[in-house]
């Protein structure tokens, strides 16, 4: 079992920077492919960005490819999601899944996070 807790969210003004942090229990969780993903008000949940267990690998959606960063320290059990130039479009709660299922990039995790906002204001 993993549970997962997302934190470092809050307003912004558009163009600036937050850090969203993920925080996972559970001695499995270096060896899962994790992901972000966000979702926003009236809108179905969309995929953000993954990595492999070792971090070699990453894929982005192409909304936030060159702005937002994934990364992970499996010594530490947390995945991160630096976001930058952030945009309106931007906003909506973000959750952090582990345990991906099927090919890469997988579209389904096993385990979810509970989600932390972050709302970018023009």
């Known amino acids: 079992q993993v549970q997962l807790v997302e934190s470092g969210g809050g307003l912004v003004q558009a163009g600036g920077s937050l850090r969203l942090s993920c925080a996972a229990s559970?001695?499995?969780?270096?060896?899962?492919?994790v992901a972000w993903f966000r979702q926003a008000p009236g809108k179905e949940r969309e995929f953000v960005a993954a990595i492999t267990w070792s971090g070699s690998s990453t894929y982005y959606a192409g909304s936030v490819k060159g702005r937002f960063t994934i990364s992970r320290d499996n010594a530490k059990n947390t995945l991160y999601l630096q976001m930058n130039s952030l945009k309106p479009e931007d906003t909506a709660a973000y959750y952090c899944a582990a345990d991906g299922i099927g090919s890469w990039p997988p579209s389904r995790y096993n385990y979810w996070g509970q989600g932390t906002q972050v709302t970018v204001s023009s």
């Open positions: 559970g001695r499995t969780f270096s060896s899962f492919v």
